[in-house]
T-cell receptor
Framework: AQSVTQLDSQVPVFEEAPVELRCNYS??????LFWYVQYPNQGLQLLLK??????LVESINGFEAEFNKSQTSFHLRKPSVHISDTAEYFC?????????FGQGTTLQVKP | DAEITQSPRHKITETGRQVTLACHQT?????MFWYRQDLGHGLRLIHY???????NKGEVSDGYSVSRSNTEDLPLTLESAASSQTSVYFC???????????FGEGSRLTVL
């Protein structure tokens, strides 16, 4: 079975600084990877996904993630964060139709 | 617009009581899922269904049950609520294959 490890439970960062949220998954022949974001008291929303093709995927609000097969990683990055990016971020891998989630990383953006 | 709704959004109950959390989606998705979210554990899969009359156990299914009598609904039942089941519960649905999951707003359950 697939598994996902998010290496940081909390990431504090100042506004306009770059950030990286780390995610590693267990290896598989083919893999679908996702990043979801959860704002306070809300459900999860899809941020971006990797299914196939280009290893670099982007979201509409400036986040990007790179699929690295050799390192079994799918780290999320943003070159300059905003206060509004404060949220919980979940990495997930698809395993026979269902999503397996990591433990989550709390991104705390400070002014 | 299509959506997925959960009810109730908040519930307080007592140990030993039966509780049912409702999940209704209008996406016409075949796949539906129940997760629980706890600090330090992320989201853990409780039960899931790939279609009408199909149900499957996830990694934390003990003490929970689901039934799928139509495409739109997957109610989650706690047969005899325990304090360890205090959590936030999320329902989700997907079209299948590589399709993304769409989540409800969550149901916060407190078992006293």
């Amino acid at each position: 079975a697939q598994s996902v490890t998010q290496l940081d439970s909390q990431v504090p960062v100042f506004e306009e600084a770059p950030v990286e949220l780390r995610c590693n998954y267990s290896s598989s022949v083919s893999v679908y990877l996702f990043w979801y974001v959860q704002y306070p008291n809300q459900g999860l929303q899809l941020l971006l996904k990797y299914l196939s093709g280009s290893t670099l995927v982007e979201s509409i609000n400036g986040f990007e993630a790179e699929f690295n097969k050799s390192q079994t990683s799918f780290h999320l990055r943003k070159p300059s964060v905003h206060i509004s990016d404060t949220a919980e971020y979940f990495c997930a891998v698809k395993d026979t139709g269902k999503l397996i989630f990591g433990q989550g990383t709390t991104l705390q953006v400070k002014p | 617009d299509a959506e997925i709704t959960q009810s109730p959004r908040h519930k307080i109950t007592e140990t030993g009581r039966q509780v049912t959390l409702a999940c209704h989606q209008t996406w016409n998705h075949n796949n539906m899922f129940w997760y629980r979210q706890d600090l330090g554990h992320g989201l853990r899969l409780i039960h899931y269904s790939y279609g009408v009359q199909d149900t499957n156990k996830g990694e934390v299914s003990d003490g929970y049950s689901v039934s799928r009598s139509n495409t739109e609904d997957l109610p989650l039942t706690l047969e005899s609520a325990a304090s360890s089941q205090t959590s936030v519960y999320f329902c989700a649905s997907s079209v299948g294959g590589a399709g993304e999951l769409f989540f409800g707003e969550g149901s916060r359950l407190t078992v006293l």
